[in-house]
Nanobody
Framework: VQLQASGGGLVQAGGFLRLSCSASRIIFRAYDMAWYRQAPGKERELVATITSEFATTYTDPVKGRFTIFRNNAEDAVYLQMNNLNPEDTAVYYC?????????WGQGTLVTVSS
């Protein structure tokens, strides 16, 4: 599997970004997808998930601000991030599990200035 994330950048607090992740070499519609993030000096954490049946979950700090969605026709998963705050600054990774192993994209950096 190949996962290619994009859409990161520098944004002011209160702003928004949309991250995209395109997948290849898998039957995308069959896989649950997830976004993780890793802030400087911290461990990587789960942000949001979306199943193959479009069920979603979110970590508490992003509930009501972030939305994960997918487009199976485009083999892509997205993370719409609204009302960003400096605590959202991190490298964001899309991820899925293939044959029992978690696979990662290369990450995209999101920086939120105060």
């Amino acid at each position: 599997v190949q996962l290619q994330a994009s859409g990161g950048g520098l944004v002011q607090a209160g702003g928004f970004l949309r991250l995209s992740c395109s997948a290849s070499r898998i039957i995308f519609r069959a896989y649950d997808m997830a976004w993780y993030r890793q802030a400087p000096g911290k461990e990587r954490e789960l942000v949001a998930t979306i199943t193959s049946e479009f069920a979603t979950t979110y970590t508490d700090p992003v509930k009501g601000r972030f939305t994960i969605f997918r487009n199976n026709a485009e083999d892509a998963v997205y993370l719409q991030m609204n009302n960003l705050n400096p605590e959202d600054t991190a490298v964001y990774y899309c991820s899925t599990v293939v044959r029992g192993r978690r696979r990662w994209g290369q990450g995209t950096l999101v920086t939120v200035s105060s």
